[in-house]
T-cell receptor, first 109, second 114 residues
Framework: TQLLEQSPQFLSIQEGENLTVYCNSS?????LQWYRQEPGEGPVLLVT?????EVKKLKRLTFQFGDARKDSSLHITAAQPGDTGLYLC?????????FGSGTKLNVKP | GAVVSQHPSWVICKSGTSVKIECRSL??????MFWYRQFPKQSLMLMAT?????????EQGVEKDKFLINHASLTLSTLTVTSAHPEDSSFYIC??????????FGPGTRLLVL
């Protein structure tokens, strides 16, 4: 079983604050994806990281893949209410995607 | 990003009936599609991997006779929930794999079985 644990599970912050979401596993993944999902909709792909130690930036979002390709983090700078949603990480191995438990983010105006 | 559609977006049915959900990749061919189930406030649970032209691969604990999957073309996979019961009520989401490590999700189908 390729388990991915996300922390925190829930996060409620004020607009303008910074936050980091973590995705950890004891398994090594060939790549890792981050998604954001809004209620009643499918997840939307934010980024794919492939190389250990890789850092990718998407506007105010910074994604990092751990050196050992077992963990990843998502950092949001100056969060906005539009960032509210369920953030999911997913590791890819053996032709499957294994999803993390999810982090529910609420950004209050 | 790529576009994946699902139809219907929501469905209400009586217990004992069968429901078919379609998943289409609109702008690329997908030899592999995935079907997930999501319970409220939870993450996605992989049900099965749908392979074009061959049988689907089901995850442990998922009844293949209950959740029939057909991937007849490179752009269409269908999930049929047979003899649906209230416990089958859920949010079903498909995804299409564009390349080795990238999948794009459909908007989901909410099923309510009365």
């Amino acid at each position: 079983t390729q388990l991915l644990e996300q922390s925190p599970q829930f996060l409620s912050i004020q607009e303008g604050e910074n936050l980091t979401v973590y995705c950890n596993s004891s398994s090594v993944f060939s790549s890792l994806q981050w998604y954001r999902q809004e209620p009643g909709e499918g997840p939307v792909l934010l980024v794919t990281v492939v190389t250990g130690g890789e850092v990718k930036k998407l506007k105010r979002l910074t994604f990092q893949f751990g050196d050992a390709r077992k963990d990843s983090s998502l950092h949001i700078t100056a969060a906005q209410p539009g960032d509210t949603g369920l953030y999911l990480c997913a590791g890819y191995n053996f032709n499957k995607f294994y999803f993390g438990s999810g982090t529910k983010l609420n950004v209050k105006p | 990003g790529a576009v994946v559609s699902q139809h219907p977006s929501w469905v209400i049915c009586k217990s004992g009936t069968s429901v078919k959900i379609e998943c289409r990749s609109l702008d690329f061919q997908a030899t592999t599609m995935f079907w997930y189930r999501q319970f409220p406030k939870q993450s996605l649970m992989l049900m099965a991997t749908s392979n074009e032209g061959s049988k689907a691969t089901y995850e442990q604990g998922v009844e293949k006779d209950k959740f029939l999957i057909n991937h007849a073309s490179l752009t269409l996979s269908t999930l049929t929930v047979t003899s649906a019961h209230p416990e089958d009520s859920s949010f079903y989401i498909c995804s299409a794999r564009r390349n080795q490590e990238t999948q794009y999700f459909g908007p989901g189908t909410r099923l309510l079985v009365l």
